[in-house]
């Protein structure tokens, strides 16, 4: 897909960095909402928060299952010359761009404790959960193929690997990149043994 030198950024560090994000968030909010007696108690938000937190954690992990799929199914190797994000590149740029709906969402939730004490926090919990879940997903496709999965960063936009605009995955060797299968930081044992090689190209070996 397309010639000459462009970048690619993993597809599961961006899944899963939205998944940790929005975990914390909804723990944070939902702590902070226990604290508030709300106008049906904490025992009924809680328990209708663990409610919502599985329901979102599965309808999470199901919405654009299909498209992931086609994705992958359709994912071709990466050019000889490709620029590879560090995983830190990545995380950055998704937090960058969601820093001020994170927050909305924090406030949002927390509000909603008024009513349903913890509940709008299990909520994003649970949405979270279903995220990490799919990075999981990925990750045991990644190492059962043993190939890692990519995406142009301009595609993603530093949001979803997924949405309409992305053209199409692409992979590279089990070794490429400083992420694990699944988008999680990758041992030192295992990246000490890594090939070493200029960040810009994906040698025959990594690919």
Same mark, same amino acid.
């Given at each position: 897909?397309?010639?000459?030198?462009?970048?690619?950024?993993?597809?599961?560090?961006?899944?899963? %960095?939205?998944?940790?994000?929005?975990?914390?968030?909804? $723990?944070?909010?939902?702590?902070?909402?226990? /604290?508030?007696?709300?106008? %049906?108690?904490?025992?009924?938000?809680?328990?209708?928060? /663990?409610?919502?937190?599985?329901?979102? /954690?599965?309808?999470?992990?199901?919405?654009?299952?299909?498209?992931?799929?086609? !994705?992958?199914?359709?994912?071709?190797?990466?050019?000889?010359?490709?620029?590879?994000?560090?995983?830190?590149?990545?995380?950055?740029?998704? !937090?960058?761009?969601?820093?001020?709906? $994170?927050?909305?969402?924090?406030?949002?939730?927390?509000?909603?404790?008024?009513? $349903?004490?913890?509940?709008?926090?299990?909520? !994003? @919990?649970?949405?979270? #959960?279903? !995220?990490?879940?799919?990075?999981?997903?990925?990750?045991?496709?990644?190492?059962?193929?043993?190939?890692?999965?990519?995406?142009?960063?301009?595609? /993603?936009?530093?949001?979803?690997?997924?949405?309409?605009?992305?053209?199409?995955?692409?992979?590279?060797?089990?070794? #490429?990149?400083?992420? #694990?299968?699944?988008?999680?930081?990758?041992?030192?044992?295992? #990246?000490?043994?890594?090939?070493?090689?200029?960040?810009?190209?994906? %040698?025959?070996? @990594?690919?």
């Amino acid at each position: 897909m397309g010639r000459g030198a462009y970048a690619l950024a993993r597809v599961a560090v961006y899944v899963r %960095t939205a998944g940790v994000a929005l975990w914390w968030t909804g $723990l944070a909010a939902a702590v902070v909402g226990v /604290a508030m007696p709300g106008l %049906t108690g904490r025992r009924i938000g809680v328990t209708a928060g /663990a409610a919502l937190f599985v329901v979102a /954690a599965a309808v999470t992990f199901l919405v654009r299952r299909r498209r992931c799929s086609t !994705l992958v199914e359709g994912a071709s190797a990466a050019g000889k010359w490709v620029v590879l994000h560090d995983r830190a590149v990545t995380v950055r740029t998704w !937090l960058r761009t969601r820093r001020w709906w $994170l927050t909305a969402a924090f406030l949002a939730a927390v509000a909603s404790s008024a009513a $349903l004490p913890a509940a709008g926090g299990m909520l !994003l @919990a649970g949405v979270g #959960a279903g !995220l990490w879940a799919k990075a999981v997903w990925l990750g045991s496709w990644e190492r059962a193929n043993e190939k890692l999965l990519w995406v142009r960063p301009e595609w /993603a936009e530093g949001r979803s690997p997924a949405r309409k605009k992305v053209r199409g995955w692409m992979t590279t060797g089990p070794l #490429a990149g400083d992420a #694990a299968p699944g988008g999680a930081r990758r041992r030192p044992s295992a #990246a000490a043994g890594r090939e070493r090689r200029p960040r810009a190209k994906v %040698t025959a070996a @990594a690919r």
